[in-house]
């Protein structure tokens, strides 16, 4: 069976202010299958973000393969890789990242890069619709309480027809009564939508409802634990 991500032999180093360089990722192989949901849990510190930021191409490796859908992501240009996140990827940020000026179907509409107008106003409004913003089309994000923003992120994030998601810590920053919610939301669209699933947690609650729960330590080589002081 085809992956949906493909991951091999991945490495992942950052020049450190100090010098030198940290190196943050060593990952053999790591795969999702096609509308597989998958959570990712590890330290702070760990190389989660990280791993978020390469798959979706905000990032280069400096060695390694990422497939996804078939497609080999490293070697594009970074035209390439951002059209590529357009067409391919939604990512949800656990600040949500709304555009402050914009309405909530405005800052959905962001999320689509193709299609009409028309077209583009239909599916952002049924998806507000779907996360339970029906009448809330019209609020700007500082006029919506943080639960509804980020649900209105979760709409973005879904409006292209991803086929794979990416969520951030998405209940960070969500009080915790809606954090559950939350999470189911997007747990359910994406099962709608035929959208493979990859979301960090530290909910061990939360993480253990997925179809599988990936500890960054077993599948990076890497060994972040905290040097003992003995
Ligand atoms: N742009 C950067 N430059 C230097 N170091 C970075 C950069 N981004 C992340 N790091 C370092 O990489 C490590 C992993 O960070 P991150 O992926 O954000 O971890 P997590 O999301 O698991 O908490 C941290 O030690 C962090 O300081
Ligand atoms: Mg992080």
């Known amino acids: ?14 020049r450190q ?5 940290l190196v943050v990722l060593d990952i053999p192989e ?14 702070s510190g760990g190389g989660k973000t990280t791993l978020l930021h390469l798959i979706a191409g905000l990032l280069s490796p400096d060695q ?16 390439g890789r951002d059209r590529f996140r357009a067409e391919t990827i939604g990512y949800v940020f656990q600040t949500f990242n709304l555009l402050p000026a914009f309405t909530a179907i405005e800052n ?38 943080v639960g509804q923003q980020q649900r209105v992120a979760i709409a973005r994030s879904l409006a ?11 209940t960070a920053n969500v009080d915790p009564s809606s954090a559950d919610s939350v999470l189911l939301l997007i747990r ?35 060994d972040h634990t905290p040097a003992s002081s003995a």
């Open 1 to 14: 069976m085809t992956k949906l991500l493909d991951i091999n032999q991945l490495k992942k180093s950052f």
């Open 17 to 21: 202010p100090e010098g030198g360089r």
């Open 30 to 43: 790591f795969q999702i299958d096609k509308g597989e949901q998958v959570a990712l849990i590890g330290q």
């Open 64 to 79: 390694g393969s990422i497939r996804i859908a078939g497609h080999e992501i490293t070697g594009l240009s970074e035209q």
């Open 108 to 145: 959905v509409r962001l999320g689509m890069a193709f299609g009409s107008g028309k077209h583009q106003n239909a599916r952002a409004a049924d998806l507000l619709d779907r996360v339970g913003l029906k009448d809330r089309f019209n609020y700007r994000p500082s006029q919506l309480s």
């Open 160 to 170: 292209g027809r991803p086929q794979l998601l990416l969520a951030d810590e998405p």
């Open 188 to 222: 359910d669209t994406c099962r709608e939508e035929d959208v493979s699933l990859l979301t960090v947690t530290h909910d061990m609650q939360i993480a253990s409802s997925f179809d599988r729960i990936e500890k960054l330590d077993e599948i990076n080589q890497v």
